[in-house]
């Protein structure tokens, strides 16, 4: 009899201790529930504060964002513009003229432009622009204002220092503040403007204004270049898939070299660059 009072003495005192461990763990955990609850609440309140920012911690925000945007974009058109210039310069060789000549369907005058804007970055003085079916020569305002725009966007204020003569024929022209020459051309500036020197030589003839003893190349030749002394184009670059030159002045073309591109849509200025590298290092023999 004892024993089982012993036992049962044991089994309460057991029972004691497990009660009081489960009202300490109930405790503690209803302590953390409530700590997290008020957390919660107190991340709620503040939470719209996160998001929008204090009222006057955000106007200095934004009063410091903006006097600072202006400065930054400038460096980084300046950087770009310095970093072009000196492209051109690393270049063993620089073509003064280079022809854009496009053989795909549908041009793109903002990749046109940057092309150009481009070109003029690295020094070159002259671009000529031509497609085969004279899309840019019909369009050639559109084409200007794409330019400017570009020339805007890529060199910044400093752009406007370039200064563009803009021909799109041989009489009339467009000057913008800028100094390379950009020339469109058409098929009428290939083959079709030979077959006009070719018929009003044979009129002066005809009207005795000259001798055909007078007529020579090189009479040939003055009257095909009158309309504006511009030089023969050194590169032409190609877009496109087609193997031809499309009628592009072939009077001028006797020692131009020739690179071909895939597109000139997406163009980079790294795809430019490559064919102005690639031109630098080419062996130009002169028919020799």
């Known amino acids: 009899m004892p024993l089982l009072y012993s036992l049962l003495w044991r ?3 057991v029972l004691v201790h497990v009660n009081r461990a489960i009202v300490s763990w109930l405790r503690v955990r209803l302590r953390s529930w409530k700590g997290r609850l008020w957390e919660r609440a107190v991340a709620a309140l503040l939470l719209p504060f996160a998001l929008t920012g204090f009222p006057d911690h955000q106007k200095k925000l934004n009063h410091n964002s903006d006097a600072n945007a202006t400065p930054v974009t400038g460096n980084r058109t300046d950087s770009r513009r310095l970093r072009w210039l000196s492209d051109g310069k ?71 220092k370039y200064g563009v003569e803009f021909l799109s024929n041989g009489t009339d022209k467009h000057v913008v503040s800028c100094r390379p020459t950009v020339k469109v051309l058409s098929p009428e500036d290939g083959k079709q403007r030979i077959v ?3 018929q009003q030589l ?32 050194d590169l032409v670059v190609k877009f496109g898939p087609v193997d031809s030159t499309l009628g592009f002045l072939p009077w ?31 062996q130009q023999r002169l028919g020799q």
Not at 106 to 119: F, H, K, Q, R
Not at 267 to 275: H, K, N, P, R, T
């Open 11 to 13: 089994f309460l005192l």
């Open 202 to 233: 044979c009129r002066s003839v005809e009207n005795k204004e000259k001798s055909s003893k007078d007529i020579s190349v090189s009479m040939l030749d003055i009257l095909l270049r009158e309309s504006k002394n511009v030089p023969d184009p």
């Open 90 to 160: 690393s270049l063993e060789k620089l073509p003064v003229h280079i022809g854009l000549l496009v053989a795909e369907e549908e041009p793109s005058y903002t990749d046109i432009a940057n092309l150009v804007v481009w070109c003029m970055a690295v020094g070159i003085s002259y671009v000529s622009v031509y497609d085969n079916h004279g899309i840019f020569r019909k369009n050639n305002s559109r084409l200007l204002e794409e330019i400017i725009k570009q020339q805007q966007e890529l060199l910044g204020v400093e752009g406007s």
């Open 196 to 198: 006009q020197v070719a």
């Open 252 to 282: 001028h073309i006797r020692l131009t070299e020739f690179i071909s591109l895939p597109s000139h849509r997406n163009i980079s200025y790294e795809d430019l660059f490559g064919a102005l590298q690639q031109y630098s290092v080419c």
